[in-house]
């Protein structure tokens, strides 16, 4: 029985079915393994680590479920706030002064919903240009209403900046769900479930190769362990993943594999960006930890998203004509 | 579920939605034991911020200081401190013949708990200002009530002085371990080691 053969609903519920089934199998294993006596304080955080890890992926997964089941408006709604929560935190790193007060209202509370509320109506012509062009002149005229010239280019950069990741490059996600191409009605599902997937493989690949090849860091300063071999590595892994789920997507398989290669590199330079942010914030403890601020590593999980999402969605319509 | 809990349940969401209200404890457990919490105080938000940082079940037994003559002159701001959190009016201008602090007395003979700032007003500088001299006279008339020093971190970037609208920032509420009062305790000894328990709290946080 070929997949395509199926129904758009089946197909999208033995997606379902499957991604569960992994992640139910996996919860699984660290279980057992948990039980087992551990010998060593690395053995230990590792296992946390894990255990967090498979949390935040039930939680993404379970959000991806909720999104695509209760329809655009709800998924709309659920990325909105994924988008809230990482805003909130990437002003809470970065050190905003008073005269940022309204500039940071606008952002909070008409820059993002308005976003959203494109993407829900699937005005992606209005979605692309909204951002980059009105909002990035508003928000600058707003500062300077502050009348307080101290940091201004840098304040004003630091929150158009944080606008543009969190929610213009997060709103990338949801735009894919609803995004209409020729002989794919109604299985955005996939485009998002593929994208999350090569990212996801990327990173884990990347990270592999740079235990394992033991490269020399290109900026040591900000990352300990980024290398052009081990992200040539994540990006071919991505690549290759890519084209293997040819058949979840509307494309070929050549044409697979090199989106697969566009998302899983984009989605690691990333991660690898914001690494140098949270350097530069003084951010000592990394993905998980509650830190000074109370920050909880949200934004590290969506950074990768958030920077290729948008990469991949405009690949895809470049490469639809659309 | 009655409306002022329903409206305090929605107002603690809304708390957490803006600021996360982490609470943290250090050297402390949040239980329910009479406590008088008393932390750094930069913004009209840090009540609401510890109200919502403590665990549900704390929250009604736990009441703010309000000064009366401002939060009952309208019967919205005195529904909300009166239904919803319980608060303890204190008048701001004395009268020669009685204690200013008699109201918050007269709560801790009840068995209930207290949030207060003891700077006094709200603070502009880095450093919390010297503390006031209530504290100690409540540490001394209730030595069996714990004294919990709490620092508020972030709180003035969410509302700054003149505004009205919170911007979305994650504050933390540290509390830490108790602080007691030593027998023979100089006031002025005592309330400057209760404000370094406080501004200690920063560097745990």
Known sequence: MGLRSLSVSQQVGLLFVTLFGLLTLATLVAFVRSLRESTTPAEDAAQERMARELRAIWIGALLFWISWAAGPFVSTLLFGFVS??????????????????????????????????????????????????????????????????????ERTAKIQWGITVCVYGMSHAPALLLLELPNWHERGAFLVFYLVVVVATAQLAQGLASRRLRRRPVARAISRSFSWRAWGAGAAAAAIVGALLYWTTPFKPLPALAMGAIAGATGTLGEFVMQALKRDAGVRSWSGRASVTGAVGLLDRVAPLCFAAPVFFHSVRWYFGI | MKLPEAAGLVLAFVARLITGAQGHWHGVAPKAEQRIYFANHQSHFDWVLIWAALPRDLRAATRPIAARDYWTATPLRHWITREIFNAVYVSREHKDDEDPLEPLLEALRRGDSLVIFPEGTRGHGAEPAPFKSGLYSLAQAFPEVQLIPAWIDNVQRVMPKGEVVPVPILCTVTFGAPVALAPGEERRVFLDRARDAVIALREVA
Request: net charge positive; charged share 10%.
């Open chain 1, 84 to 153: 809230f929560f990482a805003l909130r935190e990437f002003v809470t790193l970065t050190h905003t002064r008073r005269g940022d007060h309204r500039s940071l209202l606008l952002a909070f509370f008409v820059v993002l919903p308005l976003q959203y509320v494109l993407v829900g109506t699937r005005l992606f012509n209005a979605f692309t240009v909204f951002i980059p062009v009105y909002v990035f002149f508003a928000i600058p005229v707003v500062s300077a209403l502050a009348n307080d010239p101290l940091n201004f280019l």
